[in-house]
Every structure is written in structure tokens, then in C-alpha cells.
């Protein structure tokens, strides 16, 4: 009996009497995909989502074409002027074209501009302005450090970004994501708002003006062709490049590099005009228990004070304690300022993230809380008196420097901000962190608007040149320091202490120089030339050994 052949499942029949696709000769369906089923994001006719799509929209104005336009040029002016050229009167000259293009820009009409914004204009002009004075490398960094703080504050503001607070995680993450995260994400949105101006003479002038930014690094090829041809028209540019500065090398950078920080740039100004900005969601630091902090600061004022208690006559016993013979005055500032130093800036730092994360629920500093980080602010007070004693005694041995200045103008804004704390331990309505910001950002105006290294150029030949001073010049110091400083040792030229000052004139010339005679530019430069061409009969007498009336022989050229 032949047994039935069995159809594969796949193709047995189904109950409603029809067989499945398969045993049929078709092809099964695919499998329903749920992703692919919803449906695609609205876009326009480059691909762009509905977000963007709107952006360009609100983008597509003669205003944000003019924008691009200005942001490009001053890209292309910071390379040349600043990044390849020097920082002295460039700096207030470009802070000048910034201010115009971002007030122009992002000022509506009808709006006055917040009272913050000036508030922050004026330091920021203060210390743009620093750089024509005078030429200080030492503070430079602090100077543009702070300007770009000063920078971020206002376009926050000019632009309306939603900040809850103003000092808190939130504002850095808001800050960060609307200065940095934006102008990336959109850093060709500038390009598209060439392309789609509607205005013919609008877009002729913005073509012109590629035009000429497109030709720069072609005629840096041709002047140093033409250079290597013909040496009449060579010298006839190397005089030009020397009376103005400019190098057809740095050409090519300035449009690439300028390029560059010209969109991100327009890129920033438009997106802080333009796009829409969420409402800031309060969030609220996590408070820690007032009981845990109160125990923290009754064992940190125990061990402050009892130790101010003890070396208090050792902090303060100055010259006596000198008397021993195995305690040098070096040893006797180094042994005591570090440590209070460091000592001082652990307790100022605990004082301040008390204050800021201890609260009660609803919002008070307890008293005991504020009673122990009164005490631990007068107890580091004076461990931050002792140090400065220390300083100024090790100053009053070996001199002033650049270090111990900066040093001591360090401690110094420590000392007001601690004076600031202890007011807000006393009264908790004063907004301490804000008047420690203005402490800060005041603190370094006046390390800027004060030529540092003339200054202690100016402290140490003084003391070179006291009666009773056995001090040695420390010549090789000198040369450490900017051109700026010459006209202070003119007078250890007049005294005939000018052994040792061959090396430093031959260093301020070279500093010379190398800076950019335009760009570079500052207001204490001409005297310095003036010095340097006074004494320079001594450095043309000057060999690499020494004066040549001592190593010169005459019968060397036989």
C-alpha cells in the first residue's frame, strides 16, 4: 500500500483552503518593518530638516549676508593683525570692529541694550587698551583669558540665551552648547546665505568681495615669483614688506585660517539671532546637610586656629628669628610662604563651595554654618598676612621679579575675596560670587593697565644703586624681561655699571626687531628706541667674549 507523500509545511494548505504563496510559485511578502513605516522627516529641496530648513529661512536677509561678509573680513584681519602679526595696537583697533559688527547685528530695534553688557564692555576696553600701552608678555595670558570671558558673557546676553543662574553647571553647559556646539553644527550656514540673497546688488557686493579674498594667496605666488626674477624688483618689496610689515607668505594662512574663523563666527551670530531658544529649566545644586558641614568646619577652625595660635609669634617674628645662624633669609621666606600659601587657598576653596552647597530646604544658610566659615575667613586671613610678610621680606633680600610680583598681586585679590566672604558669612543676602568675579576681573585691569616688567626693572636698579646696597646686578635677569623696561636702566648706564648690559641691549634690539613695526605697535616703544640708540656705541664694542678693547688682538689678523 503506497503510503502518501506529505507536503512540506510551507506548503501544506491552509484552512481556508487556498495553499501559501510558496507552494503556489509566488514570492512571500517581506516582513512588515515598523521604522521604515513611519514616515520621513519633512525636508527642503537641499535635504535639510524642518529646524534648519526654517533657520535658512530666517537667514536668507541682506542683514545675515552683511553679517557673513563682516565676520569673514574680520576673520581674515585677525590672522593677518593679530595671529601672524603682533599684539599691541591691533588689539583695540580689532576689539573696536568686533563690538560694531556684534552691536549692529544683534541689536533689535526698539531694544535698549541690557545694563550687563556695558557693565562688561567697560574692563573688556579697559584691557584691549592695555595692549597699545605698553608690551608686557608676562600677563598677556591673563589679559585674554579674561577678554574672552568678558566676550562670552556679552554675546550670551546680547543673544538672549535662557540662564537660570548665574553661577551653576547649567550656565557652563548652556554656554558651551550655544557658543561652541551651535557654530559648528551650522558652520556652512554662512555660505548658504551668499548663495540665496535676494537682493542682485546685495550678492554682487558679496561676490566682489570673494573675489578679493580668493585672489590674496595668488598674489603672494606672483610677488615671490616676481621677487626671484628680477632683484631690483626684489629689493623694491623687501623695502615695502620692512616699512609695513607684510609678509606674502602669511597670505595664505590669513585666507585659510580666516576662512575658517570667519564662518565660525557668522555661523555664532547668526545662530544666537535667529534660532529659536528653549526657557532654562531651574535646577537646583544638591544640598548638603547642614550638620555634616558644621561638623567639617569645627575640626578645620580647630586646626587653624590652634596653628595661627602657636606660630604666630614665629609668622610674625621677622628680623628676630634671622638672628640664628643656620636661618638664611631665604630659608626664612621659603619655610613660611609656600605652606601658607597652599594652606590658604585650601580654606578659601572650602569656604566657598560651603557657602555655595549648604543650604537648608528652604533656602537659608544655617547660623552655626555661617558663625564657622566667618572664623575660618579671619583664621585664614592671617595665614594669608604671614605670607605676604614673607614675600616681601624675600623681595627686600633679592629683589623683585616677575614671579614674586604676580605672586603677591595674587594674594592680594585672595585677600579681597576672603573680605568679600565673610561679609556674605555676616550678611546672607550679599551676593558674594558675583563681587568676587568683579574682585577678579578689577584685579587684573590693574595688572594690565601697570607696565609690570618696568616696574621691576625699575625696583631692582634702585636698589642697585643705594648707598649702602651690597647687591650684586643680576644683568642676565634684565634681558628676561620685555623692551619696554629699557628706560629704566639708563641710569646704570650714567653710574658706569654697564659691564653686564651688552647682552641685554643686544636682546631688546632683536625683541625689536621681531615685532611688527604697525601692528605691534605700543605707546612705550619710542622711548625704548630711544634708549637703545643712546647706548648703542657700547654694543657695537661688544663682542661675543666680551668687550673687544679686552679679547682683541691685533695680531690675530696676521
Same mark, same amino acid.
Given at each position: 500500500m503506497d503510503q502518501e507523500k506529505k507536503l512540506p509545511q510551507a506548503q501544506q494548505p491552509k484552512e481556508g483552503g487556498g495553499l501559501p504563496p510558496a507552494a503556489q510559485g509566488q514570492k512571500p511578502p517581506f516582513p512588515r518593518n515598523d521604522y521604515l513605516s513611519k514616515e520621513a522627516p519633512r525636508t527642503d529641496a537641499d535635504g535639510a530638516d524642518a529646524k534648519t530648513a526654517e533657520l535658512r529661512r530666517r537667514c536668507s536677509n541682506e542683514r545675515a549676508m552683511l553679517c557673513t561678509l563682516g565676520s569673514l573680513l574680520l576673520g581674515v584681519i585677525f590672522c593677518e593683525t593679530m595671529l601672524f602679526g603682533g599684539l599691541g595696537v591691533s588689539v583695540p583697533v580689532f576689539t573696536l570692529l568686533c563690538y560694531l559688527l556684534v552691536f549692529w547685528y544683534l541689536h533689535r530695534e526698539g531694544e535698549k541694550a541690557p545694563r550687563a553688557v556695558w557693565w562688561m564692555m567697560v574692563p573688556n576696553c579697559l584691557l584691549a587698551l592695555s595692549f597699545l600701552l605698553h608690551h608686557n608678555p608676562s600677563t598677556m595670558f591673563l589679559a585674554v583669558l579674561t577678554m574672552l570671558v568678558l566676550w562670552a558673557g556679552q554675546l550670551l546676553v546680547l543673544g538672549k540665551v535662557p540662564i537660570s543662574s548665574l553661577f551653576s553647571f547649567e550656565t557652563v553647559s548652556q554656554s558651551c552648547f550655544w557658543l561652541i556646539g551651535k557654530p559648528v553644527q551650522h558652520l556652512f550656514l554662512p555660505l548658504y546665505t551668499l548663495r540665496k540673497t535676494q537682493k542682485h546688488k546685495s550678492r554682487r557686493l558679496a561676490m566682489a568681495l570673494l573675489g578679493v579674498l580668493a585672489a590674496l594667496p595668488v598674489l603672494a605666488v606672483l610677488l615671490i615669483l616676481f621677487a626671484l626674477a628680477d632683484p631690483i624688483f626684489g629689493e623694491g618689496l623687501y623695502a615695502v614688506q620692512r616699512a609695513i610689515?607684510?609678509?606674502?607668505?602669511?597670505?595664505?594662512?590669513? =585666507? $585659510?585660517?580666516?576662512?575658517?574663523? !570667519? &564662518?565660525? @563666527?557668522?555661523? +555664532?551670530?547668526?545662530?544666537?539671532?535667529?534660532?529659536?531658544?528653549?526657557?532654562?529649566?531651574?535646577?537646583?545644586?544638591?544640598v548638603l546637610d547642614p550638620v555634616l558641614v558644621s561638623s567639617f568646619l569645627i575640626l578645620l577652625d580647630l586646626v587653624v586656629l590652634s596653628f595661627v595660635g602657636v606660630q604666630l609669634g614665629y609668622f610674625f617674628g621677622g628680623e628676630e628669628r634671622l638672628n640664628l645662624d643656620w636661618l638664611t633669609y631665604a630659608e626664612y621666606a621659603r619655610r613660611g610662604f609656600f605652606e601658607l600659601a597652599a594652606a590658604s587657598g585650601i580654606v578659601f576653596t572650602v569656604v566657598l563651595l560651603a557657602l555655595i552647597l549648604c543650604r537648608r530646604r528652604e533656602g537659608g544658610i544655617p547660623r552655626l554654618v555661617r558663625a564657622l566659615l566667618a572664623v575660618l575667613c579671619?583664621?585664614?586671613?592671617?595665614?594669608?598676612?604671614?605670607?605676604?610678610?614673607?614675600? =616681601? $621680606?624675600?623681595?627686600?633680600?633679592? !629683589? &623683585?621679579? @616677575?614671579?614674586? +610680583?604676580l605672586t603677591l598681586w595674587f594674594m592680594l585679590?585672595?585677600?579681597?575675596?576672603?573680605?568679600?566672604?565673610?561679609?556674605?558669612?555676616?550678611?546672607?543676602?550679599?551676593?558674594?560670587?558675583?563681587?568676587?568675579?568683579?574682585?577678579?576681573?578689577?584685579?587684573?585691569?590693574?595688572?594690565?593697565c601697570v607696565n609690570v616688567e618696568r616696574l621691576v626693572a625699575h625696583y631692582n636698579v634702585e636698589g642697585y644703586l643705594a648707598p649702602d646696597s651690597q647687591v650684586e646686578v643680576d644683568y642676565g635677569y634684565f634681558s628676561r624681561l620685555s623692551?619696554?623696561?629699557?628706560?629704566?636702566?639708563?641710569?646704570?648706564?650714567?653710574?658706569?655699571?654697564?659691564?653686564?648690559?651688552?647682552?641685554?641691549?643686544?636682546?631688546?634690539?632683536?625683541?625689536?626687531?621681531?615685532?611688527?613695526?604697525?601692528?605691534?605697535?605700543?605707546?612705550?616703544?619710542?622711548?625704548?628706541?630711544?634708549?637703545?640708540?643712546?647706548?648703542?656705541?657700547?654694543?657695537?664694542?661688544?663682542?661675543?667674549?666680551?668687550?673687544?678693547?679686552?679679547?682683541?688682538?691685533?695680531?690675530?689678523?696676521?
Open positions: 610689515g607684510l609678509r606674502p607668505v602669511n597670505l595664505f594662512g590669513d =585666507l $585659510l585660517f580666516g576662512t575658517f574663523l !570667519g &564662518l565660525g @563666527l557668522a555661523a +555664532l551670530l547668526l545662530g544666537l539671532r535667529e534660532e529659536e531658544k528653549q526657557p532654562a529649566k531651574a535646577k537646583s545644586l544638591s579671619l583664621s585664614d586671613g592671617v595665614v594669608l598676612l604671614s605670607a605676604v610678610q614673607r614675600m =616681601l $621680606l624675600y623681595v627686600r633680600a633679592y !629683589g &623683585l621679579s @616677575l614671579k614674586r +610680583l585679590v585672595v585677600g579681597v575675596s576672603l573680605i568679600l566672604l565673610l561679609v556674605r558669612c555676616l550678611y546672607e543676602r550679599f551676593p558674594a560670587a558675583k563681587w568676587v568675579c568683579v574682585a577678579l576681573i578689577a584685579g587684573v585691569c590693574l595688572l594690565r623692551y619696554t623696561a629699557a628706560p629704566e636702566l639708563q641710569p646704570l648706564f650714567d653710574a658706569g655699571l654697564d659691564d653686564g648690559l651688552y647682552d641685554v641691549l643686544v636682546s631688546w634690539d632683536l625683541q625689536l626687531e621681531r615685532s611688527h613695526p604697525i601692528y605691534g605697535f605700543t605707546l612705550e616703544r619710542p622711548a625704548a628706541k630711544r634708549m637703545l640708540e643712546q647706548n648703542w656705541g657700547l654694543v657695537e664694542e661688544y663682542d661675543w667674549y666680551g668687550p673687544k678693547a679686552e679679547y682683541w688682538d691685533d695680531d690675530w689678523d696676521e
